[in-house]
């Protein structure tokens, strides 16, 4: 596991520790979850660029890969996957086909608590996804979304004061 200067590691639980990078000066919070799901493969597949808060009890369900841009805020309880099962009807002794695609959050990304990203989804910079939401989909940069699923409601505007 690679950890960044300025960053420390309180309890947590991580499967495959070398799938994890978390850079310099990230400010975590208790109980969070790496789950690298799958077999031995070279890593990292996690990667925590610097600046990052995570919130308490986040989880990190990953088979292909996250990366969380610079300066972002993730609250607690938030959870990220970037897998699904087919719902394809399949006889009872044949496991569903597996697809995953990776989760790419910008720089300057705020997260509410209990946010859920799913997979394939990229979060722009600066945009902010409010608490409780269920993000399926792309989000481009400055703008806010919220709710199950997740849909715009408003965008950030610069302040010239």
């Given at each position: 596991?690679?950890?960044?200067?300025?960053t420390?590691?309180?309890?947590?639980?991580i499967?495959?520790?070398?799938?994890?990078?978390?850079?310099?000066?990230?400010?975590?919070?208790?109980?969070?979850?790496?789950?690298?799901?799958?077999?031995?493969?070279?890593?990292?597949?996690?990667?925590?660029?610097?600046?990052?808060?995570?919130?308490?009890?986040?989880?990190?369900?990953?088979?292909?890969?996250?990366?969380?841009?610079?300066?972002?805020m993730?609250?607690?309880?938030?959870?990220?996957?970037?897998?699904?099962?087919?719902?394809?009807?399949?006889?009872?002794?044949?496991?569903?086909?597996?697809?995953?695609?990776?989760?790419?959050?910008?720089?300057?990304?705020?997260?509410?608590?209990?946010?859920?990203?799913?997979?394939?989804?990229?979060?722009?910079?600066?945009?902010?996804?409010?608490a409780?939401?269920?993000?399926?989909?792309?989000?481009?940069?400055?703008e806010?979304?919220?709710?199950?699923?997740?849909?715009?409601?408003?965008?950030?505007?610069?302040?010239?004061?």
């Open positions: 596991m690679q950890i960044g200067k300025g420390n590691l309180p309890k947590t639980s499967t495959w520790p070398h799938q994890v990078e978390i850079g310099n000066n990230c400010q975590l919070e208790s109980n969070i979850l790496f789950k690298y799901d799958g077999i031995w493969e070279k890593g990292p597949s996690i990667i925590i660029n610097e600046n990052v808060f995570l919130g308490a009890n986040c989880e990190f369900n990953i088979t292909d890969r996250i990366i969380i841009g610079k300066d972002s993730i609250a607690s309880g938030c959870k990220f996957i970037d897998h699904n099962h087919s719902t394809e009807l399949l006889p009872k002794n044949e496991r569903q086909p597996d697809s995953k695609k990776a989760i790419n959050i910008g720089k300057d990304v705020w997260l509410g608590v209990n946010v859920v990203v799913l997979s394939g989804v990229n979060l722009g910079d600066g945009c902010i996804i409010g409780g939401a269920v993000v399926t989909k792309p989000i481009p940069a400055f806010i979304w919220g709710g199950i699923p997740a849909k715009k409601i408003g965008v950030r505007k610069l302040n010239t004061k």
